[in-house]
């Protein structure tokens, strides 16, 4: 396990600096609302749609400002992590631009449209079995046969710097958020959230949502220490990894509460959002409105920013599909 005081820890200078770095390869992307949605909450609620970003979710940026801030003798033998896919896709979709290989470990329980889109944009697939343990363990394994450059999909200053470019594009393009509520897996986006609002509106309370059954980051945040789970069993396929010593910095300094919600509570959120506001979005993206339906006290008469995080699903198996 490395020290805390071994990692660097990000700043907001960093953010600004990866804005300006990773602008050519992102989307500024938009800020939605539904009536609808307003009154059943009783909140007012503004989605961030990084659904609609490059590589179909927000972990393009981190995976940019990653790539492009390496020197041509550290990109010499490309980048290399473990992601169950919208990290994969998006460190992907970036070393392709710079022209330089990826080499991913991916559980093979990942979404095959995450799978495909990982090698539609160039990346090299190494398959493990879908439990943390497999996967850091074959990565070693990968990492030293490549000598790529390790991008950890959260516990990466570059990574968190990234992903806080997206909470300051929603400061620009909202005015008087009381709260921004964003899922929570390894906790990169909270983390990038916590950076950056922690700096520009220290006042803005941050919720980080959380499946039952993958509720490490909610135990840990009760218990003030990382419990981390190895192999949890979620729809959410994207946030069932455990935090990591940087972005519990985040968690424990930044975070207001961490909120859980059930299966049927994030597929019903995930069925809500398309039918109401007729975007596309997946399942790891639907706790956060979750979150807000089953706790109106906390939101109620609040304007509150929701991230959506990505909309790489499976149109095969969507969740409220039987058989």
């Not at 020290?3 to 990866?18: K, Q, W």
């Not at 009536?35 to 490059?54: I, M, P, W």
Request: overall charge negative; aromatic content about 6%.
């Amino acid at each position: 396990m490395t020290d805390l005081n071994e990692m660097i820890i990000p700043t907001f200078d960093d953010v600004i600096a990866a804005h300006e770095r990773i602008r050519p390869y992102i989307h500024r992307t938009p800020v939605l609302t539904s009536s609808y949605l307003n009154e059943l909450t009783g909140a007012e609620l503004f989605f961030k749609c990084e659904n609609f970003q490059k590589a179909g979710a927000f972990k393009v940026r981190g995976a940019s400002n990653a790539v492009f801030g390496l020197s041509d003798e550290q990109a010499r033998n490309g980048v290399a992590t473990h992601s169950s896919g919208n990290h994969a896709l998006s460190l992907s979709y970036a070393a392709g631009r710079r022209g330089i290989p990826c080499h991913v470990v991916m559980p093979r329980t990942a979404p095959q449209a995450k799978k495909d889109a990982v090698r539609g944009y160039g990346g090299i697939i190494t398959e493990c079995d879908p439990s943390t343990s497999s996967r850091e363990e074959v990565f070693a394994k990968v990492h030293a046969e490549t000598g790529a450059d390790f991008v950890h999909p959260y516990n990466d200053p570059r990574v968190i710097a990234g992903q806080g470019t997206c909470s300051r594009e929603l400061m620009e393009q909202t005015d008087g958020l009381d709260a921004v509520v964003a899922p929570i897996g390894g906790g990169g986006m909270v983390s990038g959230t916590c950076l950056t609002l922690s700096t520009i509106a220290p006042s803005v309370r941050i919720y980080a949502a959380e499946p039952e059954q993958a509720d490490d980051a909610a135990r840990s945040f009760r218990a003030g220490h990382i419990i981390a789970d190895d192999a949890p069993e979620t729809i959410a396929d994207g946030l069932k990894v455990p935090l990591k010593e940087l972005t519990w910095h985040f968690v424990k300094n930044h975070v207001t509460d961490v909120l859980t919600a059930s299966e049927d509570e994030i597929v019903a959120a995930m069925m809500l959002t398309w039918q109401r506001m007729k975007i596309v979005m997946e399942p790891s993206c639907a706790p956060p409105l979750a979150v807000i339906l089953k706790n109106p006290e906390v939101f109620r008469g609040k304007r509150v920013g929701v991230i959506i995080t990505g909309g790489n699903v499976d149109l095969k198996k969507l969740p409220w599909m039987k058989g």
